[in-house]
């Protein structure tokens, strides 16, 4: 069965960066669009970062200061998260689509780790 597991999660003082890490099993992520999202208390979710053969994407809120790649071998997904900012305080989820298309809709869901960037 496809699964997704995320670690890397902890807090981290503004400025400073964190690598958060997501390993499939059942499937090989190569083959998908691969995204990160993140939910804070009273906030609806939001697409961070997402990934796939064509390239990768952004929101605004983030670009240029977190990285979304992956390890193929290893059939990981990280998000290097750098020059944090208490706003980026949130649950973060990995997510795969159903397919290699991004737009094609979400599929499967980590379990989330928690980021809290302090002042």
């Known amino acids: 069965q496809a699964r997704l597991e995320e670690s890397g999660g902890g807090s981290v003082q503004a400025g400073g960066s964190l690598r958060l890490s997501c390993v499939a099993s059942?499937?090989?992520?190569?083959?998908?669009?691969m995204g990160w999202f993140r939910q804070a208390p009273g906030k609806e979710r939001e697409e961070v970062a997402s990934?796939?053969?064509?390239?990768?994407s952004y929101a605004d809120s983030v670009k240029g200061r977190f990285t979304i790649s992956q390890d193929n071998a290893k059939n990981t997904l990280y998000l290097q998260m750098n020059s944090v900012k208490p706003e980026d305080t949130a649950m973060y989820y990995c997510?795969?689509?159903?397919?290699?298309?991004?737009?094609?809709?979400?599929?499967?869901w980590g379990q989330g780790t928690q980021v809290t960037v302090s002042s």
């Open positions: 997510a795969a689509a159903r397919d290699r298309y991004c737009s094609s809709g979400w599929r499967y």
């Open positions: 990934i796939n053969r064509y390239g990768t």
């Open positions: 059942g499937y090989t992520l190569s083959s998908y669009c």
